[in-house]
């Protein structure tokens, strides 16, 4: 019996960077009976850093709201990361320019990045277990998380990869069982 290892990718938002989902699936292809035994390996689960968008965003903490806002439009994102001194210390979504901005009338070009971002945001590293990431973000009722690599960041996930990612996962498991019960 034949032993072929399957690499499934996806190209995510026309960036370059192909995402990887690499030895999820063992397949075993019987050459004299052209059957396909299909068989699930269990030992990699997915991590994070098989999915996470490793283009962040960013925005230094003194820049202006105003800052931000053209930066969100232009790049078609819905936060960004703010940076100081080359780390992370906040996230600004579209939901804290209405909770923080315009509930108080503010003029964006007058108020600092810093003040209206989220401090308390919530991050994983590469290696954490994807579902560990969207317990995570169940537990925290959010939308995204930040990679950290070594108090570094790395990258981010949004519950639009992961429903892309569980989307493939779906299409590869009915696929698998297709193919099994024919």
Aim: proline fraction near 2%; include cysteine.
């Amino acid at each position: 019996m034949k032993h072929v290892t399957v690499t499934i990718t996806a190209r995510k938002n026309d960036y370059p960077d192909f995402h990887n989902f690499n030895n999820n699936f063992t397949y075993k292809i019987d050459t004299h009976n052209h059957a396909f035994i299909l068989q699930i390996s269990k030992h990699n689960m997915a991590q994070i850093r098989d999915i996470m968008e490793k283009n962040v965003i960013t925005i230094e903490h003194d820049k202006t709201a105003l800052d931000a806002a053209c930066l969100i439009s232009e790049k078609d994102v819905s936060f960004l990361v703010i940076m100081k001194d080359e780390t992370p210390v906040g996230v600004l979504s579209e939901s804290d320019f209405v909770k923080r901005l315009a509930v108080d009338n503010k003029k964006a070009s007058d108020v600092i990045v810093s003040e209206i971002m989220s401090r308390n945001f919530r991050w994983v590293e590469p290696e954490t277990e994807l579902e560990d990431a969207i317990q995570k973000m169940l537990n925290n009722n959010i939308r995204r998380l930040i990679i950290l690599d070594n108090n570094k960041l790395s990258g981010v996930i949004t519950q639009t990869d992961l429903t892309g990612f569980l989307r493939d996962k779906l299409l590869v498991d009915k696929t698998i069982k297709n193919i099994q019960e024919n």
